[in-house]
């Protein structure tokens, strides 16, 4: 079994929706949670990082953890074309921050 | 700053070939890492370096891989000899290293195609 499970999709939806993408974790000790936004043929750039439980919101995009079910989530109100892309969770924890463990990314597009 | 530059974009070669990746971090940031990117396994982390010693290589797969940091200004991955099971997308990361989250920035890539 993988560390940090995504479901790799592709998912489709129509501008305007509300995207929720997850992942899934098993080692417990993890404290450090990110979201990558990965655009065809280019590398992937932090969208947002929290650290332990709880929300943050950033504009369109809420990011959320839940460390009691190993589960952390990003949603995207009033999703944008532009918004197509892969999205990848990553995470680590305080011993080895530095290793950063990622999913295996979710294909996201955004419909006009 | 022009981000993490990695060189060649894209590279075909012939099994058995030695290739070279290279890399140039950006500019005070004092951890440099390099992940393999492939449609089957994902980002794997190869290997990475502080203050330009390798401080865990654990993901290189095999000894055909090596990585060096000769400055904190370069780095290459070098496969020798390269074989079809290599070709992914090999990118290149570099972050300040403090205490937390260690926020990566990558560099666009390097498309490797061994046939």
């Known amino acids: 079994q993988k560390e940090v499970e995504q479901d790799p999709g592709p998912l489709s939806v129509p501008e305007g929706a509300i995207v929720s993408l997850n992942c899934t974790y098993s080692?417990?000790?993890?404290?450090?949670f990110m979201w990558y936004r990965q655009y065809s043929r280019k590398g992937p750039e932090l969208l947002m990082y929290t650290y332990s439980s709880g929300n943050k919101e950033d504009g369109r995009f809420t990011a959320q953890v839940d460390k009691s079910s190993k589960y952390i989530s990003l949603f995207i109100r009033d999703s944008q074309p532009s918004d197509s892309a892969t999205y990848l969770c990553a995470m680590s924890d305080p011993q080895g921050a530095q290793k950063l463990v990622f999913g295996q990314g979710t294909r996201l597009t955004i419909n006009p | 700053d022009a981000g993490v530059i990695q060189s060649p974009r894209h590279e075909v070669t012939e099994m058995g070939q030695e290739v070279t990746l290279r890399c140039k971090p950006i500019s005070g940031h004092n951890s440099l890492f390099w992940y393999r990117q492939t449609m089957m396994r994902g980002l794997e982390l190869l290997i990475y370096f502080n203050n330009n010693v390798p401080i865990d290589d654990s993901g290189m797969p095999e000894d055909r891989f090596s990585a060096k940091m000769p400055n904190a200004s370069f780095s290459t991955l070098k496969i020798q000899p390269s074989e079809p099971r290599d070709s992914a997308v090999y990118f290149c990361a570099s972050s300040a290293r403090t205490a937390g989250a260690n926020v990566l920035t990558f560099g666009a890539g390097s498309r490797l195609t061994v046939l």
């Open positions: 080692n417990s000790a993890f404290q450090y």
